[in-house]
């Protein structure tokens, strides 16, 4: 019998089929055809005994997507399809009788009980074309009741979801085992990760991220938790040849992202300080010093002067009374400093200094710089991460002036944790005109402000079982809350419901691919070690090399 419409209510279409006879999952897409009958011959009696020709269609036909299964209530289901069968002389109610009047009398019963209905959103009006379907908003349009039903295959999906203009990036495969790709360009401006603890969100945010590398695309990642510090690094070779990967740069005591006063930045500079307590009073005149000491600097620069300010200069200002005639305002200054200092993100000397542009050159063509933040304490962040962004900035700014377009991509692991509101509503209203695009990847999605959600262009979901958190989601427009609670309530390991400018809007179910050869694994810290023999398969594999270019 394979499958069979049950019913049509709204934009729902309810499918009965025998799940011994057809495997079918929740956001798999069917093909409901309508098939025109070819009368055999004849009149009256015989007319009844139709034979069907697949290839005599009408061709139109319904996308619609499995949301979930039922189980046929027996007797209800029963008599629905006998009045079925006896008012109308319905097709598929005669077939379905035919169907089970195969088996024998025991056996009816049992094959009638293993019946499931399968509920299906009607998504799509699918024209033929060539091969295959162009598909096209659904208008309200329903076949007649002779229809054929098939699986989507992924050529089809992707041929009316995905774009292609050349810039193909792999990232897992479709519900049938195709793989799928994501056009670049889509995947621009902001995109949202998330899914609950441990569903593979950070192994997804690096399948995307070598993606993007290898596509020569430059790439930022915020790592909280030293989870990208292990990806292949990026090489140039005594010939000069490129192996893309990752600078990893770590802030913090002993690291080896260090910077001068000016290229921190006087902005970020201030949230640390006051992120360290400094009142407000103190703050504005640290401002208005600093302002003009920057001022000067540029000055002297500007007439061929090498200057470097670092925060020990700032420090004996403090000591020599120059932010206020106040003393106590000048101590209070001169402690916070004390504590930015502490922190280990202020070069000494212009030769500790490390330029962030610069960094970027060397990845501009395809690879990324890991900033590990993972030795900072949680109030130097935000200032440290707000000076990144600051740079970010600048970057884009140049790109645009010199209209190379070499713009970045962004990764925020738990942005919450270290990026002020302000800031990341900041990015993600200017993304479109600096051409940054960010990935910001959480579990807190409560934590996920409104302008994200507004302003988002994919979302990838990974398995996400509370009402809370999807109801929050929904507010992104992006996608129903019926199909979202129910697509993202079920997902299996490893699996990732994505929509978005990446899908045109159309929700897909991917299995995110494995990143063999490579190690994904971050710094966790354990007490217990493993002490039986694992399985070492991926583990002791040697890390590939992206491309040699
Ligand atoms: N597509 C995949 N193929 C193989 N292994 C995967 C895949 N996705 C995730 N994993 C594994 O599942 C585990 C959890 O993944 P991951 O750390 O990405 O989850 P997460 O959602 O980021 O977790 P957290 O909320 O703790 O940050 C990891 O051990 C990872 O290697
Ligand atoms: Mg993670």
């Known amino acids: 019998m394979s499958i069979q419409v049950y019913q049509v209510r709204g934009d729902i279409i309810e499918l009965i089929f025998n799940p011994k006879e057809v495997d079918l999952h929740v956001g798999e897409n069917l093909l409901i055809k309508e ?16 034979k069907y020709r697949v290839g005599n269609t009408s061709g139109r036909g319904l996308i619609a997507q499995i949301i979930e299964f039922r189980t046929a209530s027996y007797p209800s289901f029963i008599r629905e399809q006998l009045l079925l069968a006896l008012g109308d002389h319905s097709d598929p109610a005669d077939r379905l009788f035919r169907y089970l009047a195969d088996f024998p009398l025991a056996d009816m019963d049992r094959e009638m009980r293993n019946l499931n209905i399968a509920v299906a959103k009607i998504r799509k009006v699918a024209e033929p074309s060539g091969e295959g379907h162009l598909w096209d908003r659904w208008d309200g349009w329903i076949p007649t009741r002779e229809v054929e039903i098939t699986r989507v295959g992924h050529q089809e999906l992707l041929a009316n979801c995905v774009n292609d203009l050349g810039n193909r990036l792999h990232i897992g495969q479709t519900l049938d085992g195709g793989p799928f790709s994501i056009e670049g360009q889509a995947l621009e401006k902001v995109n949202v990760i998330t899914g609950v603890k441990g569903s593979g969100k950070s192994y997804l945010a690096k399948v995307l991220l070598l993606e993007l590398i290898k596509q020569g695309a430059p790439c930022i990642v915020f790592d909280l938790n030293k989870e990208y510090i292990h990806l292949p690094p990026h090489e140039v070779g005594p010939d000069g040849r490129v192996k893309r990967g990752v600078i990893v740069l770590r802030a913090g005591e002993g690291g080896n992202l260090k910077m001068g006063v000016e290229e921190f930045g006087l902005e970020p500079l201030l949230t640390m300080l006051t992120k360290f307590g400094l009142p407000e009073v103190s703050a504005l005149y640290f401002e208005n010093r600093v302002f003009k000491l920057l001022e000067e600097a540029k000055q002297l620069r500007q007439n ?43 070069a000494s000397s212009p030769l500790e200094a490390v330029s962030i542009p610069k960094q970027y050159r060397k990845i501009r063509d395809g690879g990324a710089l890991v900033i590990d933040i993972s030795g900072l304490g949680n109030l130097a962040r935000f200032g440290f991460v707000q000076s990144i962004v600051e740079l970010i900035k600048g970057i884009c700014e140049e790109e645009i002036a010199a209209g190379t377009g070499k713009f970045p991509f962004v990764f925020f692991e738990e942005a919450h944790l270290y990026v002020s509101r302000n800031t990341i509503g900041y990015i993600v209203t200017r993304s479109r005109h600096l051409g940054i695009t960010s990935f910001f990847i959480t579990n807190m999605i409560s934590g996920l402000d409104e302008a994200v959600l507004r302003q988002m ?93």
Do not use: C, W
């Open 304 to 346: 061929g002067r090498k200057v470097f300010i670092g925060l020990d200069h700032l420090i004996q200002m403090a000591e020599a009374g120059e932010f206020a005639e106040n003393e106590v305002i000048n101590n209070a200054i001169r402690s916070r400093l004390l504590a930015v200092k502490n922190t280990g993100v202020f």
């Open 457 to 549: 262009d994919n979302l990838f979901i990974m398995h996400l079982p509370y009402d809370d958190d999807v109801k929050h989601l929904g507010k992104s427009a992006l996608i129903d809350q019926e199909t979202l609670a129910s697509f993202v309530k079920r997902l299996r390991n490893y699996h990732a419901l994505v929509i978005g400018n990446v899908t045109r809007q159309y929700p897909i179910i991917i299995r995110v691919k494995e990143l063999k050869g490579i190690n994904t694994a971050g710094e966790t810290k354990f007490f217990f070690q493993a002490r039986l023999p694992q399985d070492q398969g991926r583990s002791e594999e040697r890390p590939l090399p992206l491309e040699v270019g």
């Open 35 to 50: 098939i025109r009958p070819t009368p055999r011959r004849g009149d009256g009696e015989e007319q009844r005994e139709v």
